[in-house]
DNA sequence: CTGAAAGCGCTTACAG
DNA sequence: CTGAAAGCGCTTACAG
């Protein structure tokens, strides 16, 4: 039998192996409690045996293992992070915020996607609750049932809901954070008026959405304090997408006299229906003045570039990261329900300015 | 002293305390090992025993903790994955891949942003380190040392290395899934030749990226074949960035005869030079073809629709996580090496055909 | 200043 | 088919 290669003069006995608080405790001389103290950086510990412990620490290569010590200490380290697609630039820069304001505090953001779907969602939360989050941030689904989501949470996990509002319809509430959605339509409305529109239309979005509601509420504000009361054909109702929008834009000019400017429902409808008036003749910013809502990264570079409501999506998922985190070490205290500010971002520009051709 | 109002009748005593293994195996009179036993769906359970025993599970609302599990089976149910960030929507969606295909096995993904900041990154990992994933999706900022981050990373947790690539310097190999950047841009230049044109540039990206190197070779090979030897003026070096194309765009007529068609870096450069052609009066699509490369979601509405290399990031992100899960299982494997499949996705379009006015 | 002991919620041989 | 016991890697009173 031809003899075994020499084994590999390796100090690491098996590389794989995890290195515990035990190893640096037994190659110090020391107790697995005392290395712990070290660890923490507790100020009983003799300044020499910190400096060996430490030394050790670096010496074996020691992980700290997060999910032992959460065990032991009933505490949590993760957030779960429950949104509708990283595809809408809208979710991926308000995860980018939360996960930034997580990462400076040691917690670690737990994905998950619903892709709008109530019962995607319903399993997506089940799994991440078993991973043990402190929190829980989550932009419902269309069509979640608060009650049912209740239900599944129960009252250990704290739970932020973001930009949707969720009845949880047993008087327990939910932490709250969402846009100033009146606000925003309303500065988007007294922008076209002050450019000298009188017919305005609020384009896009589903009127039983709350965001949808919020808008045309703030839409209709502006108009009321200019002394004007909207026609009904201005309210043009539409899915909150590009190709829908486009599809409806005739719709504004079924009656005479058309408006001459719309407020939309999102960025996403205001592009849409950009496009839909090139095929139908008319350039927006020219013959068709057009204000949007979110102020996504296209609206700058777009043709022409938009004027729009800026949310700044990466601040809001900072300050949801911060609620949430707010909320874990005040358990008892009552709902909060935050409102976030939203500003007029104005471009060279979808809004041009009534004057002869347009009266 | 008034008498305390009397103790609500609520069956829960406390509604914030979990509900264990313990608490439901004595409620039916059994042991934590039989409960645990059902749970995994042990067929050594009777099934009368198993009946019961889910019967609590769901009165009490029992919540697997799945990291005790794991701390007790030396498992983990976390995998990590490091990107950039997410307001690229070109790692957005390979995140919403990851995720998606993550999801259905039970496992988290753990999310983590570098900012393309190599210091960062090693805190970032240092930190998902702790919380002790399976595996590691990690797209490496730029300048990172492979050397120092097999240090930081060690050999416990498997590393699949995506899209850049990465020297571990010690001969221990990191598993990596990249695009096939040499096909794509030979596939875009064929296009332009098949299309007439024979002074194509290639514009944009620094030649010391490895992804910008490729996409150049896949460039000069399609050339080759067809007999044409670039000249030095028709390779544009720019920062990957809108902005920057467009104030490079001028470069691309320095010298006469000017090439009629580019091939870009990627689409954010194509969209870029589109605008910076209009600001010097020309039309891209019709005195210019301009052909991008990643297929952002943008590049289907921009004006002129782009054409572009589709490279289906949300595939890659599906593609990845089962990488990394596969290598979870065979850890002693050789380094796997996959390169996915690119295609042209033509659009009607930036990629006018030469004739008369462009020769 | 340091150590022995108990315990977080689970799983897994092993015995019966 | 079910239970007693040990143990995953850590923390935390408590003693000394």
Redesign the interface.
């Known amino acids: 039998m031809p003899a075994k290669p020499a084994s590999p003069p390796a100090a690491p006995v098996d590389?794989?192996?995890?290195v515990t608080l035990d190893d640096v405790a037994r190659a110090c001389g020391l107790s697995r409690a005392t290395v712990s103290l070290v660890l923490r950086g507790s100020p009983l510990v003799n300044p020499d045996t910190r400096a060996r412990v430490e030394a050790e620490f670096r010496r074996q290569?020691y992980?700290?293992?997060?999910?032992?010590a959460?065990?032991r200490r009933?505490a949590s380290?993760?957030i779960a992070?429950v949104i509708n697609?990283?595809?809408n630039?809208f979710f991926?820069?308000f995860?980018?915020g939360v996960?930034?304001a997580l990462?400076s505090t040691?917690h670690?953001?737990?994905?998950?996607?619903t892709g709008e779907s109530v019962e995607r969602q319903r399993a997506?939360l089940a799994?991440?609750?078993?991973?043990?989050p402190a929190g829980i941030i989550l932009s419902p689904a269309e069509g979640s049932d608060g009650a049912a989501l209740r239900r599944l949470v129960?009252?250990?996990t704290p739970v932020l809901v973001f930009n949707r509002e969720l009845d949880a319809d047993d008087g327990t509430g939910w932490d709250f954070l969402a846009l100033d959605n009146v606000r925003g339509a309303q500065l988007a409305t007294i922008h076209l008026l002050e450019r000298g529109h009188r017919r305005i239309a609020f384009f896009g979005g589903h009127r039983d959405s709350s965001s949808c509601r919020q808008r045309r509420e703030g839409y209709r504000l502006a108009l009321a304090q200019a002394g004007i009361e909207p026609e009904p054909q201005w309210l043009v109702d539409c899915a909150p997408t590009?190709l829908e929008a486009a599809r409806q834009a005739a719709a504004l000019f079924a009656r005479d006299p058309a408006p001459t400017a719309a407020v939309c429902y999102n960025d996403a409808v205001a592009?849409g229906l950009i496009?839909g008036l090139a095929a139908l003749g008319r350039r927006a910013g020219q013959d068709f003045a057009v204000v949007g809502f979110d102020d996504i990264?296209?609206a700058a570079?777009s043709?022409p570039p938009l004027t729009t409501i800026a949310v700044d999506p990466?601040a809001r998922g900072r300050q949801a990261a911060q609620l949430v985190l707010q909320r874990s070490t005040t358990?008892d205290a009552p709902p909060m329900h935050v409102i976030a500010p939203v500003k007029l971002q104005m471009r060279a520009s979808s809004d041009v300015r009534v004057d002869g051709n347009l009266q």
């Open positions: 590389a794989r192996r995890r290569g992980v700290y293992h997060r999910g032992a959460n065990l009933k380290s993760g992070l697609d990283l595809s630039p991926a820069e995860a980018a996960d930034e990462a040691g670690v953001t737990l994905l998950g996607s997506v799994s991440l609750l078993e991973h043990d129960g009252m250990r590009r592009l496009a990264p296209e570079v043709t990466r358990p």
